[in-house]
DNA sequence: ACAAGCAGTTTTTTT
DNA sequence: AACTGCTTGT
C-alpha cells in the first residue's frame, strides 16, 4: 500500500483578520454557523431566526477568508432566494461574491448536464419539458395503449404523470408507490408501469428531459462517471443548501456527490416548514443528516428577530398541535405588540374589502406596500381581491397560481421555438401541427413520423404526400421555420417571427380574448430581449416561470413598490411587516386533498405555520363564512379546523360591520353592477369598518 | 376517418 | 380556463 502522508488543515480563518466585523453583525449562534470549519454542518434554524443572513454572512466569510467564490456553491429552491443571497453577499464585500456558483438544484444540474450530458447520451440541445409538456407525451403513450387495450376507464394523463413523476421523486418504483398513494389505480399497474418505461425510452430518443431527469440523470451520471464526478465535485469547494428540509432523496443524494471530494457542506432548514412533500420532499433528510454524515457539527439557531412574541405564541401554538412534535419554541425580544386577528366575514367580497381597507389605512400610517402581503393557499384564492386591489388602484405583484410560460399562448410560441432548436422535440411539433385548420392528433402524428424518418432535413417535406386543404399552411409554417434555422436573427426577432405567423392561428383558435393574448404575446417579445440565445431563453423559462401577474393599474401609484400576494408555498423564506392570510377555510387550508392522509393533514398544519410566521408585527387571518360555486351556488364555510379552540389570548376574533356614512352621497338609482342588488354601493366600502 | 364544435365537469402547492 | 366526451360536419 502507498504510503499516505497527513495534512494539517490550517482552520479556515481568524475572525479578527478579515474585512468584516462578524462579530458585531451576528449573534453567538449565528457566528459559530458562519465561522463553522471544514466538514459536514447542520444549521437547524427556526422561522425568523436569521436563516438567510447568516447563509449570506458564511459566503461573505469564505470569499473573505481567501476561498475563491467560483468554488463557492449555492443551492436553493428559488431562483428568487438565490439571485437575493448571492446579491446581498456581494453588497457586503464590494461585489465579490458575485460568481458564486449555485441557483435552484434544477439550474445547477442542467449547467452540469449541458457540459457532461453526451457521457449519458443526451445531446447538449435537449429540451427541457414542464410538468405539463410530460403530461402531454405521457398522452400521446396513454392513447396508443388505450387503443389497443379494451378499457372504458383510464387515469387521465395528469394523473399518469403525477404517478410517474411522484414515483421517481421518491426513488421508488412505480409499484410502491402505488400502494401507498393510490391503491385504487392498483388495477392499472401493469398498464401504468409500461407507459412509465415506455416514457422515459421516448424522452431519451427525442432528446428530452423533464424536472424530475434533471436531478436523476444528473445524479445517475456523477455516480456511474467517477471521473465526471471528480471535475465537477472538484469545484465545489463548499456546498451550501438552503432549505435543506425541503429536498427529496434525489436531491440529498446530489449533495453528497457535489461535497464527495471537499467534504465541506453545510446544510440549513427547519422541520418545521417542511411543506414540499407532496413533490417528494422528506424531511426525514434533515433529521438523518448527522447520522449519514459522520462527524457533523450540528448547530441551532432559536432567536427570533422577526416577529413579536404575540405571533411567535400563536405559531408556537399551532405547531404544537403536530404528531411529530418540534421541540422547538421560538423566542424574541420584542414583546410589545398586537394580537393576531381572526376576522369571519360574510362572504369573500368582504373579505376583500375588508383586507383592501386595512391595506390603505396601513399604508396612510406609513406602513410600505411591499411590506405588507395576502397569503392564501392556492392560486385562485386571490382572484376576488385582485378585482378589488385593481378597482382602488393599489399596485400588486403575485407569487405562485398562473405563470406566463404556462399561458396556453406562449406555449405555443414556445413550442416552435423548441422545434427550431431541437427538431426530435415531438411534443413541441405534435402541438404546433396541430395549431394549423385541418389537422389534428391523427395528421399530426402522421406528419410527425414522416419528419422523423428523415432527421438530416427536419424542415423540409414531401408535399405531394399532403392533402391540398393544408399543404399551403404546411409549407408556411416550414418556410417560417427554415427562416429561424439558418440566419443570424437575434431571439427577440425569432420570437417576432414566429408571433408574427401565430397571431392569424391565435385569432382562429381564441377569437374572443384574442386581444389580451396578443398583448401578453408583446409583452413575451419584450422578454425575449434579455435573452442572448434560444437555448437559454427555452431553459430560463423553463426553469424559472415568470409570474402573470395583473398589473393593470393607475399610472400615478405605478411607481411604488407594490403589495405582495403570494401563495404561502411561493413566500417560503420571505417576510413581512403585515400578513394577511385569507380563505382560511376548511377543505382549504387544510386543503380537502389531504382528507384521510395524516401526513399530508400535517403538512397542511406546518403549511399555516409557515404562514404565520411571515409576519413581523401584524397579522390578520380571515375567512368567508359562504362560498359560491358554480351550479350548487352558495354554501356555508367552516373556518379552518387548525383555528378551532385556539384561546382568545393568542388569537383576537373581529367581524366586520357595514357602516354608511352620512357624508356619502345616496345609492345610484340604478345599480351598475348585478352584485349592487345585494350589496351597498362601492362608495359604501370606503367606510366599512369591523 | 378525422377534425371541429359544443356541453358539462374540474381546478393544490412547484421545479 | 382547460380538459374530456359526445355529436356533427367535411
Avoid at 223 to 244: F, P, Q, T
Avoid at 384 to 407: H, M, Q, T, W
Avoid at 489 to 501: A, G, M, N, P
Avoid at 584 to 591: E, K, M, N, Q, R
Wanted: proline content about 4%; some cysteine; hydrophobic content about 40%.
Amino acid at each position: 500500500m502507498a504510503r499516505q502522508f497527513v495534512l494539517k488543515r490550517e482552520p479556515i480563518q481568524e475572525v479578527s483578520r478579515l474585512s468584516i466585523d462578524y462579530r458585531a453583525a451576528l449573534n453567538e449562534q449565528q457566528l459559530a454557523a458562519v465561522t463553522a470549519d471544514r466538514g459536514p454542518v447542520l444549521v437547524v434554524a427556526g422561522a425568523g431566526t436569521g436563516k438567510t443572513r447568516t447563509l449570506i454572512y458564511r459566503v461573505a466569510y469564505l470569499v473573505d477568508s481567501g476561498v475563491r467564490p467560483e468554488e463557492i456553491v449555492l443551492l436553493t429552491f428559488t431562483r428568487r432566494s438565490a439571485r437575493e443571497m448571492i446579491a446581498r453577499a456581494s453588497a457586503l464585500l464590494d461585489g465579490r461574491c458575485e460568481n458564486v456558483r449555485g441557483g435552484t438544484f434544477h439550474s445547477y444540474c442542467l449547467e452540469i448536464l449541458r457540459r457532461h450530458g453526451k457521457r449519458i447520451g443526451f445531446p447538449n440541445n435537449f429540451t427541457i419539458l414542464d410538468s405539463s409538456d410530460a403530461a402531454d407525451v405521457v398522452d400521446i403513450l396513454r392513447l396508443q395503449i388505450k387503443s389497443r387495450i379494451d378499457k372504458k376507464r383510464f387515469p387521465r394523463k395528469r394523473t399518469l404523470q403525477g404517478i410517474i413523476s411522484g414515483a421517481r421523486n421518491r426513488d421508488e418504483t412505480v409499484q410502491e408507490y402505488l400502494e401507498q398513494r393510490f391503491p385504487q389505480f392498483m388495477e392499472y399497474l401493469e398498464i401504468i408501469s409500461e407507459i412509465s418505461a415506455e416514457y422515459g425510452r421516448y424522452k431519451f430518443n427525442h432528446g428530452l428531459m423533464d424536472y424530475d431527469d434533471l436531478l436523476t440523470q444528473t445524479l445517475f451520471l456523477l455516480s456511474e462517471h467517477r471521473d465526471v464526478r471528480n471535475i465537477v465535485a472538484g469545484m465545489c469547494k463548499h456546498v451550501l443548501v438552503d432549505e435543506y428540509q425541503d429536498t427529496n432523496r434525489i436531491q440529498a443524494g446530489l449533495v453528497r456527490m457535489l461535497s464527495s471530494v471537499h467534504g465541506n457542506l453545510m446544510v440549513v432548514g427547519d422541520d418545521a416548514q417542511s411543506i414540499y412533500r407532496f413533490r417528494g420532499a422528506d424531511f426525514r433528510n434533515i433529521l438523518l443528516f448527522p447520522k449519514q454524515m459522520p462527524d457533523t457539527t450540528v448547530l441551532k439557531l432559536e432567536q427570533n428577530y422577526r416577529s413579536t412574541q404575540q405571533i411567535l405564541d400563536l405559531a408556537n401554538h399551532i405547531i404544537s398541535r403536530a404528531r411529530h412534535k418540534f421541540d422547538k419554541k421560538l423566542f424574541s425580544d420584542k414583546t410589545e405588540g398586537e394580537l393576531p386577528t381572526l376576522i369571519h366575514a360574510q362572504d369573500n367580497r368582504f373579505e376583500s374589502r375588508f383586507v383592501t381597507q386595512v391595506i390603505l389605512e396601513l399604508r396612510e400610517e406609513g406602513v410600505a406596500l411591499s411590506d405588507m402581503a395576502v397569503l392564501f393557499r392556492s392560486g385562485f384564492n386571490s382572484y376576488d381581491l385582485e378585482v378589488e386591489l385593481n378597482r382602488r388602484g393599489i399596485p400588486f405583484v403575485k407569487y405562485g397560481g398562473l405563470k406566463l410560460s404556462e399561458a396556453a399562448h406562449i406555449k405555443d410560441v414556445l413550442a416552435h421555438l423548441k422545434v427550431v432548436e431541437n427538431p426530435r422535440d415531438g411534443v413541441a411539433w405534435n402541438r404546433i401541427l396541430q395549431l394549423i385548420e385541418g389537422i389534428g392528433p391523427r395528421t399530426s402524428q402522421k406528419i410527425l413520423e414522416w419528419i422523423e424518418a428523415s432527421p438530416d432535413e427536419p424542415f423540409q417535406i414531401d408535399e405531394s404526400r399532403f392533402s391540398p386543404m393544408y399543404v399551403e399552411k404546411i409549407r408556411a409554417l416550414f418556410v417560417m421555420l427554415r427562416s429561424l434555422v439558418s440566419t443570424q436573427l437575434t431571439v427577440t426577432d425569432q420570437v417576432e417571427v414566429i408571433v408574427s405567423y401565430y397571431e392569424p392561428l391565435l385569432k382562429r383558435i381564441h377569437f374572443d380574448d384574442f386581444l389580451k393574448r396578443t398583448q401578453d404575446l408583446e409583452h413575451f417579445v419584450g422578454l425575449a430581449e434579455s435573452f442572448t440565445d434560444r437555448a437559454t431563453l427555452l431553459s430560463s423559462l423553463a426553469l424559472d416561470p415568470i409570474e402573470l401577474t395583473a398589473v393593470d393599474v393607475d399610472p400615478l401609484t405605478d411607481d411604488e413598490p407594490p403589495l405582495i400576494l403570494s401563495t404561502i408555498h411561493s413566500a417560503k423564506g420571505l417576510e413581512f411587516n403585515t400578513v394577511f392570510l385569507i380563505h382560511a377555510l376548511d377543505g382549504i387550508l387544510p386543503s380537502a386533498y389531504s382528507a384521510g392522509d395524516e401526513d399530508a393533514e400535517e403538512e397542511e398544519l406546518r403549511l399555516l405555520y409557515v404562514a404565520v410566521t411571515r409576519a413581523a408585527e401584524r397579522l390578520f387571518i380571515s375567512y368567508p363564512a359562504v362560498q359560491y360555486r358554480r351550479f350548487s351556488g352558495q354554501y356555508f364555510a367552516k373556518q379552518s379546523r387548525f383555528l378551532d379552540a385556539i384561546p382568545e389570548k393568542l388569537l383576537e376574533s373581529g367581524s366586520l360591520v357595514e357602516q354608511e356614512s352620512p357624508f356619502l352621497a345616496p345609492e345610484p338609482e340604478f345599480p351598475r353592477l348585478p352584485e349592487a342588488n345585494i350589496r351597498p354601493d362601492n362608495a359604501a366600502a370606503e367606510t366599512e369598518s369591523w
